[in-house]
C-alpha cells in the first residue's frame, strides 16, 4: 500500500465528517481509504494538463426563478419530523459554553 | 515602547432587500413566528433542492458596478462544509472560487484626504438561521426563518488603517447600497454585519503581522471598541513577546472583551467544492449595461441637485442625503407641496431634533411625505400657524397621521375672525391697564406681552399677525 | 387468469377497458408481495390501505374519463430514496428510520398525475451507496431467480419487486448503475434517462451531479411508457433540462437497420465472465442480422471511469449526507454530552459500514492539500470520459456491451472486499459520469440459470436509439419469468 493512512488523519476527517469510530471500524477505515487512494492514484496516470474540470456535464446556465413570494406558512408539517421541538422550533443541545 | 499601526480588512456581510430568500420562495421578511418562513428547501428536507433567485444576481451586480468592480463573467456557486445546527445542511451556498465580483474599490474622505479602499471581491451566500438560548431548560432552539435570507458578502482588502477609517468606509458602503435599493442595511436587525481582520505592526514595516478575525459587531460603536481592544491586546502580547495567533474571536460589547472560539471541533476546513445542484451565472455585457442603466441617483449627484433645484444649502442637502430614507422623504415631499425650502427645513429641523431626543435612527422615520407636504400647505394657506404646525408635526412623526384631519377634529384651525378676537382682545386690555399704560408710556414689551396673554386664550390657535393688528387698533383709539 | 404476470401496459388496457378494476389489480399486488415478501424482501414499507384508497380514487377518475393514461391505475413501487409525501421514506438507512416526507418528489407526482397506484417503497443498498442491496438496514433483498443471490444493487429492491410480479413496475434510481445491474441481476429492464430528464426534486441526493430517477419493467414498452409520464421539466430541480421532446413511444420500432453500433473492445477484457461475454455477442449479432451495422472500436479511459467515479460520487455524498444529524429529521442517538456528540454519535449509530466509508472518503479528498490532486482531477478524468464518449457517438448512434462482468453474486459473496465489489460497475459507471441514456435488458442466462443483461448506451437526449435498438432486441425472444412468479398465489 503506498497510501498509509496515519492515526491522525482519520481523526481529522472524523472530526470533518462528524463520525466517532470505534478502535476496530478506526483500523479498517485505515485499510480501507488507503487501498481505496491507491486505486484513485491511478488517475494520476492519465495526463489532464490543459483539462477543464468539469462540474457540470451540461452547459445549462443562469437557471433562475423570479423574485415572487409563493410559501406561506408549512411549520407543523416541516417539523413534524423533528427528534425534539419546542415553541415551534428546533431543539437541539445547548450551542454555546 | 515602538510606534505600531493596525492594519485592518472587512468582510461585511449584507442582507439583500428581496422579497423571497436565495433559493426558495419562502418570505424574508425579518421577525414571524419562528420557522413559520420556511420550507423543505431552507430547513434542508432530504431530496429538496435550491433554485437561484435572479434578483440576488442583479443586486449583487449592482453593488459590484458602484464599487467598481470587475463583474465575473462565469460565476459558480460552492458548497461550503461545516456543522451547525443554524445551517440545516450543514453546509453553506457560497462562492468561493468564481465570486460575481471582483478587484472593485471605495473611496472615503480620511483627515488626510481621499483614500481608496480595495474590494477585493463581492460574493454571493445564504443566511443562517437564529439561535435562541433557553435558559429554563439548558438547550438551544433552532429557528430558520432567517435560512436562506440571500446575503453579499463584500471582502476589502487590508487597506483600513484605524477605526475611523473602518466606520467611514462602512459608513460609505451602507450609503451607496441604500441607495441602491440592495438593502435597508440595518445593524441593529442584522441586515448589515462587519467581521473584522486585524493585524499590528511597527509604523513603516512592509510585512504584515498574524490577524485575527473578529465577529459579532452590532454596531459602529461595537466595531470601534472592538478594534481599540484588539489593537491593544495584539501590541501587549508583541511587547510580551509572546506571539498573535490566527483565530476567531468574539466579541463582547458588555464586557468590551473578546475570546477565542477555537475548539477541538471546529477544524476550519470547509472542503469547497463547486455545488452541483445549482447552474453557472454567466453574465453577458447587455446584463452589466442594463444594470448599469438601472443604477439610481447617487448621493453626490444628489446633492448637486438640491443645491441647484431647489437652492438650499449644501450643508442641509448633506444631511439630508446621509440617509436615502430620508432624502426619498425629502423628495416625495417636494414633488407633492412644491416647496423645497419648507421640506427641508422640516427634516433639518424638527426631525433632526426628534432624532436626536430620542437616540433613533433616520431609517426609523415613519411619517408619510403626504402628510408633510399636507402640513406645508395648511400653513402656506394661513390655516394654521407655526406654533400649532409643531404640535401637529409631532403627531404625524408619531402616528403619521393626516394633518387636516387632526387640526379639523381637535379644533386647531387658526382663529382668524376678526369680531371674535377683537372681543377677546378687548377684555384682555380692559383687564391689564398697567400694560396699556406701560404702552402708552413707550415700554414696546407691553404690547408683547399683551400678544401673549391673547395667544393663551386663544389656546394658540389665533393668527398671530391678526392680534398685533387689532390689539393696535384698540390702543391707539 | 395471474394478472400480475401481465405487464404494465398489458394491465393498463385491461383497467381502461374495464377488464380489471383498478382495487383488484391493486389487491393482487398486494396479496402476492403478502406472500412473496417473507422470501424476496424487496420492500422497506408496503403500504396497502394508502394504495387501496388511491386505488379507488384512480378508478373514479378512470370512470369519470379524467384519467386516460396507458398506465392508470396501475400497481407500482418506488425506490425508497425518493420522497412521498405521507409515506415512510428510509433510503434504507437507520438514520432515516421514521422519515416521513412532508412532499412528494416530482417523479412521484409525474407518476400519479398517469395514474400510479404505489403499493410500497423498495429496499436499496443504505443510500445507493451498493451493488448488492445488502448494505441496507432493513435486511437483504434476495434474487427471484435464486433466493442464494444478491438481486443486485443499489435498485435491488425495485428490481426483484417486479421480476418476482409483486408489482407491474417501479421507479429506480442509478448513480453509477444502480438501475441497470440489478435489472439485469434480476431479468428485468431499466433505463437511465440523460441526465436532467427526470426531476431529482425529492430524489435523496447521493451524487447530485450523477443521479437520475428511471424506470424499471417486464419490456421496453413499459418502460418507454413510464419514462414517459416520469420525464419532465422541472424549474424545482436546476439540473433539470427542457428537452425538445419527450415523445419516447415512437422509437418502439422493429428496424434498426443502418443503425450503427459500437462494440467498445475495453468492455470485453479480463474480468468479464464467459458465460456474459457470449450472450452479448450473440445479442449483437442479432442485431447485426436484423441490418445493424456492428463494429468494434477502442472507446479508452474505461479503467480510469470507477477511480474518478468513486472521488466524484463519494465527495458529493459527503456533503449530501452532512444534513442527516439528528436535528431536523431522522434519528439521533439516546445519549450524548453536548452538541457535537450528538452529531457524532447520531451520525455513527444512524449510518452503516458503507455509507462511513464512502463519507470518510469523501471528506477527504475534499480537504485541504488534497482537492486539487483528488477532485479537481477526477473531474478532469471526468471531462476526458466525456470526450471519448463524444467521439464514438460522431460515429455511432448506440454503443453495445454488457452491463456487469458477471452475474449476480451470491449473498454475502461481496461487501467483504469494497474495491472487488466497486469494479463489478466498470460497464455502468463512465454512463453516468458522461450524463448518458443507457438501458439493461435481459439477453439471455447463464449455467447457473441467472439472468444476463445487455447494455445499450445512447448519446445525450438519444435515447429513441437505444429504445429502438432494444424494442428491436427483445423482438427476438421471449420475456423469461423466474420459478417464483409462475407459482400459483398463495
Known amino acids: 500500500m503506498s497510501n498509509i493512512i496515519t492515526d491522525e488523519t482519520i481523526e481529522y476527517v472524523s472530526i470533518l465528517a462528524k463520525l466517532d469510530l470505534s478502535e476496530e471500524e478506526r483500523e479498517q477505515a485505515k485499510k480501507d481509504m488507503g487501498s481505496m487512494l491507491d486505486y484513485i492514484d491511478k488517475l494520476n496516470e492519465l495526463n489532464t494538463q490543459g483539462v477543464e474540470p468539469m462540474s457540470h456535464i451540461f452547459p445549462v446556465n443562469n437557471v433562475f426563478r423570479e423574485d415572487v413570494l409563493e410559501n406561506g406558512d408549512d411549520r407543523d408539517n416541516l417539523l413534524s419530523n423533528a427528534p425534539q421541538k419546542k415553541d415551534g422550533c428546533y431543539k437541539v443541545p445547548k450551542t454555546v459554553e | 515602547m515602538k510606534q505600531y499601526e493596525m492594519v485592518i480588512g472587512l468582510e461585511v456581510h449584507v442582507e439583500l432587500a428581496t422579497k423571497t430568500k436565495i433559493f426558495c420562495s419562502c418570505t424574508t421578511q425579518f421577525g414571524g413566528s419562528p420557522n413559520t418562513h420556511t420550507c423543505p428547501v431552507c430547513t434542508g428536507m432530504p431530496g429538496s433542492l435550491p433554485v437561484l433567485n435572479k434578483q440576488v444576481v442583479e443586486y449583487a451586480m449592482a453593488v459590484g458596478i458602484a464599487t467598481n468592480c470587475d463583474i465575473t463573467r462565469y460565476s459558480k456557486f460552492d458548497r461550503k462544509n461545516y456543522f451547525y445546527p443554524d445551517n440545516p445542511q450543514n453546509y453553506q451556498i457560497s462562492q468561493l472560487y468564481l465570486p460575481i465580483c471582483r478587484n472593485g474599490y471605495v473611496e472615503i474622505e480620511t483627515q488626510s484626504g481621499t483614500k481608496k479602499i480595495g474590494i477585493h471581491e463581492i460574493h454571493m451566500e445564504e443566511d443562517a438561521g437564529k439561535l435562541i438560548h433557553d435558559e429554563w431548560e439548558d438547550c438551544t432552539l433552532v429557528d430558520y426563518n432567517r435560512s436562506g435570507v440571500p446575503l453579499i458578502e463584500i471582502v476589502s482588502e487590508p487597506d483600513l488603517r484605524s477605526a475611523q477609517e473602518v466606520i467611514t468606509y462602512l459608513e460609505k458602503l451602507r450609503l451607496l447600497i441604500q441607495y441602491l435599493g440592495a438593502s435597508d442595511c440595518k445593524l441593529n436587525e442584522g441586515s448589515m454585519r462587519a467581521d473584522v481582520n486585524l493585524s499590528i505592526r511597527p509604523v513603516g514595516a512592509q510585512e504584515y503581522g498574524t490577524r485575527t478575525e473578529m465577529k459579532n459587531l452590532n454596531s459602529f460603536k461595537a466595531i470601534s471598541r472592538a478594534i481599540e481592544a484588539e489593537k491593544l491586546r495584539q501590541i501587549e502580547l508583541i511587547e510580551e513577546g509572546k506571539t498573535v495567533i490566527q483565530e476567531t474571536r468574539r466579541w463582547d460589547d458588555n464586557k468590551e472583551y473578546s475570546y477565542a472560539m477555537r475548539s477541538k471541533e471546529d477544524a476550519q476546513d470547509y472542503r469547497y467544492f463547486p455545488d452541483p445542484d445549482l447552474a453557472p451565472v454567466v453574465v453577458t455585457q447587455e446584463w452589466v449595461d442594463s444594470i448599469l442603466n438601472r443604477q439610481p441617483e447617487f448621493r453626490d449627484a444628489k446633492i448637486k441637485r438640491y443645491i441647484e433645484d431647489f437652492k438650499i444649502p449644501e450643508y442641509d442637502a448633506q444631511i439630508i442625503t446621509s440617509s436615502k430614507h430620508l432624502a426619498d422623504i425629502f423628495e416625495e415631499t417636494v414633488e407633492l407641496s412644491g416647496q423645497p425650502k419648507e421640506a427641508s427645513n422640516w427634516i433639518m429641523v424638527e426631525t433632526m431634533h426628534i432624532l436626536k431626543v430620542r437616540e433613533m435612527e433616520p431609517e426609523k422615520v415613519s411619517f408619510s411625505p403626504s402628510n408633510l407636504a399636507k402640513l406645508i400647505k395648511l400653513i402656506e394657506s394661513g390655516k394654521i400657524n407655526r406654533t400649532v404646525a409643531k404640535e401637529v408635526f409631532e403627531v404625524i412623526f408619531d402616528k403619521d397621521m393626516d394633518p387636516e384631519k387632526y387640526v379639523e377634529e381637535n379644533g386647531l384651525i387658526m382663529e382668524s375672525d376678526e369680531g371674535a378676537l377683537k372681543e377677546i382682545i378687548q377684555k384682555i386690555v380692559d383687564a391689564n391697564p398697567k400694560s396699556v399704560e406701560d404702552f402708552h408710556g413707550g415700554k414696546e414689551k407691553a404690547l408683547g406681552f399683551l400678544v401673549g396673554q391673547a395667544m393663551k386664550e386663544t389656546k394658540g390657535k389665533a393668527n398671530p399677525a391678526l392680534i398685533n393688528k387689532i390689539l393696535k387698533e384698540i390702543l391707539m383709539h | ?490
Not at chain 3, 393 to 407: C, E, M, N, Q, R
Open chain 3, 1 to 490: 387468469m395471474d394478472i400480475m404476470s401481465l405487464t404494465a401496459l398489458e394491465m393498463g388496457r385491461k383497467i381502461k377497458n374495464k377488464e380489471i378494476g383498478v382495487v383488484e389489480a391493486a389487491k393482487a399486488a398486494l396479496d402476492r408481495s403478502e406472500a412473496l415478501e417473507s422470501i424476496v424482501h424487496g420492500f422497506v414499507t408496503l403500504d396497502g390501505e394508502g394504495a387501496i384508497r388511491s386505488a379507488q380514487r384512480i378508478q373514479k377518475l378512470i370512470d369519470e374519463g379524467t384519467l386516460t393514461g396507458p398506465l392508470a391505475g396501475v400497481p407500482m413501487a418506488v425506490k425508497d430514496n425518493i420522497c412521498t409525501k405521507g409515506l415512510l421514506t428510509t433510503c434504507s438507512s437507520k438514520i432515516l428510520y421514521n422519515f416521513v416526507p412532508p412532499y412528494s418528489a416530482q417523479a412521484v407526482l409525474n407518476m400519479e398525475k398517469a395514474g400510479a397506484v404505489i403499493i410500497g417503497k423498495t429496499n436499496m443498498d443504505e443510500f445507493a451507496m451498493g451493488s448488492t442491496t445488502e448494505t441496507s438496514a432493513y435486511g437483504v433483498t434476495r434474487n427471484p431467480w435464486n433466493m442464494d443471490h444478491v438481486p443486485g444493487g443499489s435498485s435491488g429492491g425495485s428490481c426483484a419487486v417486479v421480476a418476482s410480479e409483486e408489482v407491474s413496475y417501479s421507479l429506480g434510481s442509478d448513480t453509477g448503475g444502480s438501475i441497470r445491474q440489478p435489472s439485469s441481476f434480476c431479468g428485468v429492464t431499466g433505463i437511465k434517462p440523460t441526465y436532467g430528464t427526470v426531476s431529482r426534486y425529492g430524489l435523496i441526493a447521493y451524487g447530485s451531479s450523477l443521479d437520475q430517477i428511471g424506470p424499471v419493467a417486464k419490456n421496453v414498452s413499459d418502460c418507454t411508457a413510464i419514462l414517459e409520464a416520469v420525464a419532465s421539466f422541472d424549474k424545482k430541480d436546476s439540473t433539470s433540462v427542457l428537452r425538445e421532446n419527450y415523445d419516447f413511444s415512437s422509437a418502439l420500432v422493429d428496424d434498426v437497420k443502418g443503425m450503427k453500433i459500437g462494440i467498445p473492445r475495453d468492455y470485453f477484457g479480463q474480468g468479464l465472465d464467459e458465460d456474459v461475454k457470449a450472450a452479448v455477442m450473440a445479442a449483437a449479432s442479432i442485431l447485426e442480422q436484423k441490418g445493424a451495422i456492428v463494429e468494434e472500436f477502442d472507446l479508452s479511459l474505461t479503467e480510469y471511469a470507477i477511480p474518478a467515479y468513486y472521488v466524484i460520487a463519494s465527495a458529493e455524498a459527503s456533503s449530501n449526507l452532512a444534513r442527516f444529524d439528528g436535528v431536523k429529521y431522522g434519528y439521533r442517538a439516546p445519549e450524548f454530552e453536548g452538541l457535537h456528540e450528538m452529531y457524532k454519535k447520531s451520525r455513527s449509530q444512524g449510518f452503516g459500514a458503507e455509507v462511513k466509508r464512502r463519507i470518510m472518503l469523501g471528506s477527504f479528498v475534499l480537504s485541504s492539500g488534497y482537492y486539487d490532486a483528488y477532485y479537481l482531477k477526477a473531474l478532469r478524468t471526468k471531462a476526458l470520459i466525456k470526450e471519448a464518449f463524444d467521439k464514438a457517438f460522431a460515429k455511432y448512434d448506440i454503443i453495445l456491451g454488457p452491463v456487469a462482468p458477471s452475474t449476480a453474486p451470491r449473498l454475502g459473496e461481496s461487501l467483504t472486499d469494497p474495491i472487488k465489489m466497486y469494479l463489478g460497475d466498470i460497464y455502468t459507471i463512465a454512463v453516468n459520469l458522461a450524463g448518458l441514456p443507457a438501458i439493461s435488458l435481459p439477453c439471455g442466462r447463464d449455467k447457473k440459470g441467472l439472468p444476463i443483461g445487455l447494455q445499450l448506451i445512447g448519446d445525450c437526449f438519444k435515447e429513441n436509439n437505444i429504445i429502438r435498438a432494444a424494442y428491436s432486441f427483445e423482438q427476438t425472444r421471449e420475456y423469461e419469468r423466474p420459478e417464483i412468479a409462475k407459482e400459483e398465489r398463495r
